[in-house]
């Protein structure tokens, strides 16, 4: 790393990117960044940081710079381009994320899905009790001084993770998601494989996963879950309106009873894992207890707030099975409300592909409204529509559009989660804003 260079990122408003850049500014590198004009949930924690903004331009590439390339843009983005053509330094956001985790003691979290959560629950555990660094994949992301440990969520989309060899890694699910590249679920199994064997002390697994089952590693693997073989085991698990609570035991042993502030049976896995690789580096059960206790969650995951009469929730939903973690949380917090989920289908190749299997999970709420399908910079169209999503759904509901909201305004006392990976916030900002219109009063 060069303390005499700038860090230029191109497409600094990714999750990924923003925390990146974040890390790199409290470690005392300069740091800047360009990006679309839109706004993103991303951007306010850049801007609190004074890291510098900029449109979109060639021009914003000049001598003195290293590029930091963002994964959604090709070799022939204007700025890499430019960049290419002067001779500069350049990295793609995955090489230098390999680069930035040396010399720590770093943990990985894979998954196609709870990644985000489980990383950001672990970074808040660890760094409770000692100097840790961490990357969050939903933008957060932050440097203290002579960090002892290096939590960053490890991404499997393009096999991008591959560029990095952490000391232990936590695997949440093999599952077949990104069929814009992976060709199934062999493919998607071939690249944790590679992975686990890139790891250097351990790894922990749901024990449930028949994938994460079959991987073999260098490494030794321990597995995590409710199940009378699994190394850590959650047992006498109680879920209420205010949490979970149950004990933890590590082959025979009791290590004590934990409680979470949080809501379905993933999170009381995701913590399993926390407390798993936490009790291998001789960190204190009783700090952990206390850490866990104060999780508030991390972005745009079951982020919730009321307005007016209504619970509104946010979540980045965007696959079956987060679609069922979503619902079954929300189901122990709210259990004697009406849950009305408002989901915007994410690429159309993920759309063809879990068709079934989205009307499934989505027919577990009470109401099922489903917006326009969102594209993505690679994949503009396709032979679905959310026409197709809405026919196989079993609730009431229908297409909704941002113009049109106002179905959505006869509910009363009820709990409405808006679900995706898109623009999904545009639809929940103007019902907020016309709920706050018509019911002002309500407490």
């Known amino acids: 790393m060069d303390k005499n260079t700038i860090y230029h990122f191109v497409g600094i408003k990714g999750t990924g990117m923003s925390a990146m850049a974040l890390i790199l500014h409290d470690q005392g590198y300069k740091v800047q960044g360009s990006d679309i004009d839109q706004y ?55 090489e230098l994320l390999g680069k930035m985790i040396e010399g720590y003691t770093s943990i990985g979290i894979a998954g196609a899905h709870g990644k985000t959560s489980t990383t950001g629950l672990l970074a808040h555990v660890l760094s409770g009790i000692s100097a840790t660094d961490y990357l969050i994949g939903d933008g957060t992301g932050k440097g203290v001084p002579d960090a002892r440990f290096f939590v960053y969520e490890a991404d499997e989309y393009r096999r991008h993770f591959l560029a990095t060899s952490p000391d232990y890694a936590i695997m949440t699910n093999i599952d077949f998601d990104h069929p814009d590249y992976y060709t199934g679920i062999d493919d998607v199994f071939d690249a944790f494989q590679t992975f686990a064997n890139q790891v250097k002390k351990g790894i922990f697994i749901w024990g449930d996963d028949q994938n994460l089952k079959k991987l ?14 699994d190394d850590f085991r959650a047992v006498d698990i109680k879920r209420t309106t205010e949490g979970s609570k149950f004990d933890v035991v590590h082959n025979g042993k009791n290590l004590g009873s934990f409680k979470i502030p949080l809501f379905g049976e993933h999170n009381i896995l995701n913590s399993l894992a926390v407390i798993a690789v936490s009790y291998f580096e001789d960190v204190n059960l009783d700090e952990i207890r206390a850490e866990l206790l104060t999780f508030k969650g991390v972005k745009r995951r079951f982020a919730q707030r009321k307005v007016a009469d209504m619970i509104i929730i946010d979540d980045y939903a965007h696959h079956p099975s987060e679609i069922n973690a979503t619902l079954d949380a929300a189901r122990q917090e709210y259990p004697n409300k009406e849950i009305v989920a408002v989901f915007q289908p994410h690429t159309f190749s993920r759309t063809i592909a879990y ?37 196989k759904i079993t609730k009431d509901g229908g297409l909704i559009e941002a113009e049109n909201v106002s179905p959505l305004l006869k509910y009363q006392d009820a709990v409405i989660i808006f ?5 999904i916030q545009k639809y929940e900002k103007i019902y907020e804003n016309l709920l706050n219109d018509l019911r002002p009063n309500v407490n």
Do not use: C, W
């Open 419 to 423: 679900m995706g990976a898109g623009d």
């Open 216 to 229: 073999t590693a260098n490494v030794p693997i321990y597995s995590y879950g409710t199940s009378e073989d």
């Open 355 to 391: 068709l079934d299997d989205f009307a499934k999970s989505l027919s577990k709420a009470d109401r099922v409204y489903v917006t326009k399908i969102y594209g993505s910079p690679r994949e503009k169209s396709g032979n679905i529509s959310s026409q197709d999503l809405v026919d």
């Open 40 to 94: 993103t949930f991303t951007q306010l924690g850049l801007e609190q940081a004074g890291i510098k903004i900029l449109p979109f331009s060639p021009d914003n590439i000049h001598a003195g710079l290293t590029i930091v390339a963002g994964n959604a843009f090709n070799d022939d983005h204007p700025e890499i381009a430019k960049a290419r053509e002067m001779g500069l330094k350049i990295y793609r956001y995955h």
